[in-house]
């Protein structure tokens, strides 16, 4: 079955950087979109980033772009989000997702907390 | 882009049906047959239940359905259960010269 596991969340001062990661396993990786989304404590889901099978597209939320990048090592298996210049407002519980113009599966999470 | 518009909350009792809507405008919901629904219990990731409208992915009951009339899509649920109680997120693909996609503010479903 599918299986998508994100690691490398955690409390980061406002300004840093981290990158996540999103290992996944029951499929055939390097054929399918991979997606970012994003849960604020308490609100709504938020897409974040699309990066197509083979990597030869990306796009990015207004809110994230020029900060946050998404990649992927089809090799690995491994999907990741690289964050810079971190807000506050980052604050969130980050999914991996499945899909193009719908999520099809989803991982459990891991959260970022910014704060100083 | 701005979100999608769906009701904070709605309930109902074991049995029932309840309809979830979500309106949005000519360059989402109504532009595109690509209208999503999740499902996610406290603490829990997304689960989809409805994709493109109005498709049911395997393994998902067919209590749940999902419909569309011009700008507004709707998430019907029949033979309300107790384990239904979750919030429910719309998700459509929009009207974007690159790519992007824009949720709801999610619907808290109370089975009372």
């Known amino acids: 079955q599918v299986v998508l596991v994100e690691s490398g969340g955690g409390v980061v001062q406002p300004g840093r950087s981290l990158r996540l990661s999103c290992a996944a396993s029951?499929?055939?990786?390097?054929?399918?979109?991979m997606h970012w989304a994003r849960q604020a404590p308490g609100k709504g889901l938020e897409w974040v980033a699309i990066?197509?099978?083979?990597?030869?597209?990306?796009y990015y939320a207004d809110s994230v772009k020029d900060r946050f990048t998404i990649s992927r090592d089809n090799s690995k298996n491994t999907l990741y989000l690289q964050m810079n210049s971190l807000r506050v407002e980052d604050t969130a519980v980050y999914y991996c997702?499945?899909?193009?113009?719908?999520?099809?599966?989803w991982g459990q999470g891991t959260l970022v907390s910014v704060s100083s | 882009q701005s979100a999608l518009t769906q009701p904070a909350s709605v309930s109902g009792s074991p049995g029932q049906s309840i309809t979830i809507s979500c309106t949005g405008t000519s360059s989402d919901v109504g532009s595109y047959n690509l209208v999503s629904w999740y499902q996610q219990h406290p603490g829990k990731a997304p689960k989809v239940m409805i994709y493109?409208?109005?498709k049911r992915p395997s393994g998902v009951s067919n209590r749940f359905s999902g419909s569309k009339s011009g700008n507004t899509a709707s998430l019907t649920i029949s033979g309300l259960q107790a384990e239904d109680e979750a919030d429910y997120y719309c998700?459509?693909?929009?009207?974007?010269?690159?790519?992007?996609?824009?949720f709801g503010g999610g619907t808290r479903l109370t089975v009372l």
């Open positions: 990066i197509w099978y083979d990597g030869s597209k990306k």
């Open positions: 029951g499929f055939t990786f390097s054929s399918f979109g």
């Open positions: 493109e409208d109005n």
């Open positions: 998700c459509s693909y929009t009207d974007s010269s690159t790519f992007d996609v824009v």
């Open positions: 997702a499945r899909g193009y113009q719908h999520f099809q599966h």
